[in-house]
C-alpha cells in the first residue's frame, strides 16, 4: 500500500480551533491529505482575540520540521503564523537542508481582531530570507500594508503590490482582495512574474471569518501536495474557501471560523 500526500503547517496553535495549525490540519485532512505540524508558538485565544502568546524556541521549530522531513516525507508545505526573527531564521535554516515539497507563505501578521502575532522586527527576516524560498506567498491587504507599507484600494493597487512582493523573490504572488469593497466579488490577483490572472468568487456575507486565510493557504498546500501545479492549487484552494466561508459557524461570543469540514458535515 503506497502512502497518502503529505503536507506539513509550521504555524501556531489556536486554541479556539478555528485559525492557525487547527484549521490547517482539518484542510489537510478534508483535502485528502495526510497533514503534520511544527509548532511555531501557542496562543491562548477564543472568538474575541488572542490574548496570550507564548513562541517556541527556533531551534525546537527546526526539530519538528527535520524529524518528519528526514522520516515521513512532505509532499508541500505551509507557513503560518511565525511569531519572531527567532523562529523565521530557524525555519529558513531548515526548509535549506531538507526536502519538504513546494512552500507556500501566508504571512501572517495579526488576527482580525488586530492582535500583533508576528514581531515589528521579524518582517525583514520574513520577506529577504522566507520569500525567497516560497513556491507562493498569499498576503491579504492589511498584511501587504505591514510588509511593503503600501495601502492599497483598488485592483490596480493589488497589482502594484504583487510586482513589489514577486521582487523577494517567491515564484508566484497571490495578493487577496477580500478586504476590498464589501459589496463586489472576492477578487484575488495571481502573478508569476509576468503574467496576471484574477480569481473571482461570489462573497458570502459571514462575520465568522475567523481562519479563512489559513484555510485558504492550506487547501492550496493540500492540492500542491496533490501534485497540481500552483494555478490548478490556488483554484482548488479558492473553491475550498468559499465553501469554507459558505460553511461558517458562529462559536463563542465574538467571531466564528469558517467551515473547514464544510464537506463531511451532516
Ligand atoms: N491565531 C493563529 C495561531 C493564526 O495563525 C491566525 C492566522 O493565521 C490567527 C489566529 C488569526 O486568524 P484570523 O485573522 O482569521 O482571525
Sequence with gaps: ???????????GSDSGGGAGLQADLKTFLCCGVHG?????????????GVVGVHALPGSFVAAQVMAVATDIGVDATKTGMLANADVITAVVQVLQSVDVGPLVVDPVSASQHGDPLLADDAVTALTSKLFPLAALVTPNLPEVKVLLGLEVRDRAGMREAAKRLFEFGPRWVLVKGGHLDSDQP?????YDGSSFSELSAPRHPSVHTHGSGDTLAAATAASLARGLDVPAAVAAGKEFITSAVEGSFPLGSGRGPVGHFWRVRQ
Excluded at 500500500?1 to 504555524?11: C, F, H, S, W
Excluded at 503534520?36 to 474575541?48: C, E, F, L, N, P
Design 1 to 11: 500500500m503506497t502512502r497518502p500526500p503529505t503536507a506539513l503547517t509550521i504555524a
Design 36 to 48: 503534520m505540524s511544527a509548532v511555531t508558538a501557542v496562543t491562548a485565544q477564543h472568538s474575541r
Design 186 to 190: 472576492a477578487v484575488d490577483v495571481l
